[in-house]
């Protein structure tokens, strides 16, 4: 019995292993395989697939799992060679790009550092040019590796959350990201992906109207002969109009408790595609249409993410196949029909869910109508075309592709109670649309601050005036000229306090602090950090700055050991000791400076 068992076992998972790699060499018959291996020393395990979904943006790449640990060894995928090397407090961070000649670059980011040659032709470049922060492209071949090669260590450096590397796989030509799934660098998935709530709405002309949540759980629906398919129990009855519809859903590849993004969700209405959705590759230019892929409203009230299954007029995602209503859903009294979701992950594990929908006579729509009396008095921005708003004090110009629909905007002034806004408060809110590509925004401040030019700039809130934010700019002509990321309210205001500076020891058991390294905290109270130098009794030295700590660190290099060695060799002949001094000086966006000096302490090894 228990041999019949293993015996049974063994060949499903053998039949399971052969299907896995014939969709995968399907999905993957136009990409190379076995040509990039995996970057990290152990099997693919991922924080993050290609595609996820983020705040403004699709996830360009793969996260690599490195168990929330720094410095392990990170490998070229290829043979090729150094591209590119962009250093960044944010972003990336510590990235590398490498181009290979199969005219595909990989991509690197969230070093904790680099290794070998590359190491130090970076320091020399940031030496040289004085410089912590920069974007380098070869423009011929310098730095050669071989697959294997360690390029670096993995991190935790720039935007990133916690460690992990950053992985990419692009079209070096097109510059275009292509899942890397599709080259196999995939890890052993058997896990079903699930739709956990099905959305349902209605059309306004400017976006939606939620009308109806299913819910989709043990309760709501019913198996079928085949495994992975289910039957909503209650056909779902809809007024004649027309309709889109939308999921929550997620994958899952490690765990049945970690929620991924998903691959490739699609909807069929009258046993035809009405609207699909794939991840395999897109365009840097069109990451921001998540906010028209998602309903964006429901995001920023709930923090959950509804994927549509319908194409807006202004989101030109390509990574869609839709029907001629772009897999928008009419409903005629008549109908009597079966939509069809369907999910599934790279290695083909579904979830397909079938509900039922019944049309009934048309019905006045009292939501609708009420939401139409609430906009009726609202300024109309349109999509496709360049909208602008424009007085002697004011100017607010939306290109012709910032926005994704119809927006209904409170548009107004208010006049400022108090500090810290500077010229009349101007509205251009909209709770429920977002930006595509950013407002040019113009704001004549008042005459006595005229004074303070320099100094002066935009900032916005949303609902609360004490929770304000910097939106940048400059004054120009009589107006402070920026842009503005964000529908909100905005006004002029100005920054002339000097960002604060503090040296940090990070092992408390040391009083005088770390031994291979200095740390300084930096802070801006508004404006942001513009610029920070560091320099050792006069000589510029490397700070590595860490944006979301507000940290500068001095790693121990050149400039620290030739100061001991000199002390060294005074301590032997018995002359002065030259007493290290670190002056730290930070300037904000607006040319407030902070300079501090620190007594450091003597080392002789």
Same mark, same amino acid.
């Given at each position: 019995m228990w041999?019949?068992?293993?015996?049974?076992?063994?060949?499903?998972?053998?039949?399971?292993?052969?299907?896995?790699?014939l969709?995968?060499?399907?999905?993957?018959?136009?990409?190379?395989?076995?040509?990039?291996?995996?970057?990290?020393?152990?099997? %693919?395990?991922?924080?993050?697939p290609?595609?996820?979904?983020?705040?403004?943006?699709?996830?360009?790449?793969?996260?690599?799992?490195t168990?929330q640990r720094?410095?392990?060894?990170v490998?070229?995928?290829?043979?090729?060679?150094?591209?590119?090397?962009?250093?960044?407090?944010?972003?990336?961070?510590?990235?590398?790009?490498?181009?290979?000649?199969?005219?595909?670059?990989?991509?690197?980011?969230?070093?904790? &550092?680099?290794?070998?040659?590359i190491?130090?032709?970076?320091?020399?470049?940031?030496?040289?040019?004085?410089?912590?922060?920069?974007?380098?492209?070869f423009?011929? %071949?310098?730095?050669?590796?071989?697959?294997?090669?360690?390029?670096?260590?993995?991190?935790?450096?720039?935007?990133?959350?916690?460690?992990?590397?950053?992985?990419?796989?692009?079209?070096?030509?097109?510059?275009?990201?292509?899942?890397?799934?599709?080259?196999?660098?995939?890890?052993?998935?058997?896990?079903?992906?699930?739709?956990?709530?099905?959305?349902?709405?209605?059309?306004?002309?400017?976006?939606?109207?939620l009308?109806?949540?299913?819910?989709?759980?043990?309760?709501s629906?019913?198996?079928?002969?085949?495994?992975?398919?289910?039957?909503?129990?209650?056909?779902?009855?809809?007024?004649?109009?027309?309709?889109?519809?939308?999921?929550?859903?997620?994958?899952y590849?490690?765990?049945?408790?970690?929620?991924?993004?998903?691959? @490739?969700?699609?909807?069929?209405?009258?046993?035809?595609?009405?609207?699909?959705?794939?991840?395999?590759?897109?365009?840097?230019?069109?990451?921001?249409?998540?906010?028209?892929?998602?309903?964006?409203?429901?995001? &920023?009230?709930?923090?959950?993410?509804?994927?549509?299954?319908?194409?807006?007029?202004?989101?030109?995602?390509?990574?869609?196949?839709?029907n001629?209503?772009?897999?928008?859903?009419?409903?005629?009294?008549k109908?009597?029909?079966?939509?069809?979701?369907?999910i599934?992950?790279?290695?083909?594990? &579904?979830?397909?869910?079938?509900?039922?929908?019944?049309g009934?006579?048309?019905k006045?729509?009292?939501?609708?109508?009420?939401?139409? &009396?609430?906009?009726?008095?609202?300024?109309?921005?349109?999509?496709?075309?360049?909208?602008?708003?424009?007085?002697?004090?004011?100017?607010?110009e939306?290109?012709?592709?910032?926005?994704?629909?119809?927006?209904f905007?409170?548009?107004g002034?208010?006049?400022?109670?108090?500090?810290?806004a500077?010229?009349?408060i101007?509205?251009?809110?909209?709770? *429920?649309?977002?930006f595509?590509?950013?407002?040019?925004?113009?704001?004549?401040?008042?005459?006595?601050?005229? @004074?303070?030019?320099?100094?002066l700039?935009l900032?916005?809130?949303?609902?609360?005036?004490?929770?304000?934010?910097?939106?940048?700019?400059?004054?120009?002509?009589?107006f402070?000229?920026?842009?503005?990321?964000?529908?909100?309210?905005?006004?002029?205001?100005?920054?002339?306090?000097?960002?604060?500076?503090?040296?940090?020891?990070?092992?408390?058991?040391?009083a005088?602090?770390?031994?291979?390294?200095?740390?300084?905290?930096?802070k801006?109270?508004? *404006?942001?950090?513009?610029?920070?130098?560091?320099?050792?009794n006069?000589?510029?030295?490397?700070?590595?700055?860490?944006?979301?700590?507000?940290?500068?660190?001095?790693?121990?290099?050149?400039?620290?050991?030739?100061?001991?060695?000199?002390n060294?060799?005074?301590?032997?002949?018995?002359?002065?000791?030259?007493?290290?001094?670190?002056?730290?000086?930070?300037?904000?966006k607006?040319?407030?400076?902070?300079?501090?000096?620190?007594?450091?302490?003597?080392?002789?090894?």
């Amino acid at each position: 019995m228990w041999f019949n068992l293993f015996y049974m076992l063994k060949w499903r998972l053998i039949l399971l292993i052969v299907f896995t790699a014939l969709t995968i060499k399907t999905n993957a018959q136009n990409y190379p395989q076995n040509y990039f291996r995996y970057p990290l020393d152990s099997l %693919p395990s991922l924080v993050s697939p290609f595609g996820g979904l983020r705040d403004n943006h699709f996830h360009s790449g793969m996260d690599l799992r490195t168990n929330q640990r720094e410095g392990l060894p990170v490998f070229a995928s290829a043979d090729g060679y150094v591209s590119r090397i962009k250093i960044q407090s944010i972003g990336y961070g510590k990235a590398i790009y490498l181009d290979h000649p199969n005219g595909y670059t990989t991509v690197y980011g969230h070093l904790q &550092k680099y290794s070998g040659k590359i190491a130090e032709w970076i320091q020399n470049y940031q030496y040289k040019n004085q410089t912590f922060e920069f974007d380098y492209v070869f423009e011929k %071949p310098i730095l050669l590796v071989k697959k294997g090669d360690t390029i670096g260590l993995s991190g935790n450096s720039g935007g990133s959350s916690g460690p992990h590397v950053h992985f990419e796989i692009r079209n070096t030509k097109s510059e275009k990201i292509i899942n890397p799934a599709l080259f196999g660098i995939i890890p052993f998935d058997t896990l079903n992906p699930i739709i956990k709530n099905v959305f349902v709405y209605n059309f306004v002309p400017d976006g939606l109207l939620l009308k109806q949540v299913l819910k989709i759980n043990n309760q709501s629906i019913i198996s079928t002969n085949n495994p992975n398919q289910f039957i909503y129990k209650k056909a779902l009855e809809l007024p004649a109009e027309m309709y889109g519809f939308g999921i929550e859903a997620y994958d899952y590849i490690h765990n049945p408790e970690d929620e991924k993004g998903i691959y @490739e969700y699609s909807l069929k209405n009258k046993n035809k595609l009405a609207f699909r959705h794939t991840l395999n590759q897109f365009a840097f230019d069109e990451s921001k249409f998540i906010n028209a892929h998602i309903d964006y409203p429901f995001y &920023k009230a709930a923090k959950t993410r509804i994927q549509k299954c319908f194409i807006d007029d202004g989101n030109e995602f390509s990574s869609y196949q839709s029907n001629s209503l772009k897999g928008k859903v009419l409903v005629t009294k008549k109908t009597r029909d079966t939509l069809v979701f369907e999910i599934k992950d790279f290695n083909q594990n &579904k979830f397909i869910l079938l509900v039922p929908i019944v049309g009934v006579a048309f019905k006045i729509n009292k939501d609708k109508q009420d939401y139409l &009396k609430l906009v009726k008095e609202k300024k109309v921005f349109y999509p496709f075309k360049k909208n602008i708003v424009k007085t002697d004090e004011f100017l607010f110009e939306l290109d012709a592709k910032s926005i994704y629909d119809t927006v209904f905007c409170d548009l107004g002034a208010l006049k400022p109670i108090q500090e810290p806004a500077l010229s009349i408060i101007y509205s251009v809110y909209s709770p *429920s649309a977002s930006f595509h590509k950013a407002a040019n925004i113009a704001i004549k401040p008042f005459s006595v601050y005229l @004074e303070y030019q320099n100094k002066l700039l935009l900032a916005y809130y949303f609902k609360d005036r004490k929770d304000f934010r910097s939106a940048g700019g400059n004054f120009e002509n009589g107006f402070v000229r920026g842009k503005a990321s964000n529908f909100g309210h905005y006004f002029v205001t100005m920054d002339t306090i000097a960002p604060t500076i503090k040296q940090v020891f990070i092992n408390t058991e040391e009083a005088l602090g770390d031994s291979l390294h200095f740390y300084f905290e930096i802070k801006d109270n508004f *404006s942001g950090i513009g610029k920070y130098e560091g320099y050792l009794n006069g000589e510029w030295i490397l700070l590595d700055f860490d944006a979301k700590s507000n940290m500068l660190t001095y790693h121990f290099d050149k400039i620290w050991y030739n100061l001991v060695a000199q002390n060294k060799d005074s301590k032997l002949k018995n002359t002065a000791i030259i007493k290290p001094e670190v002056l730290i000086r930070v300037t904000d966006k607006k040319g407030n400076v902070a300079e501090k000096t620190f007594n450091m302490p003597i080392a002789f090894e």
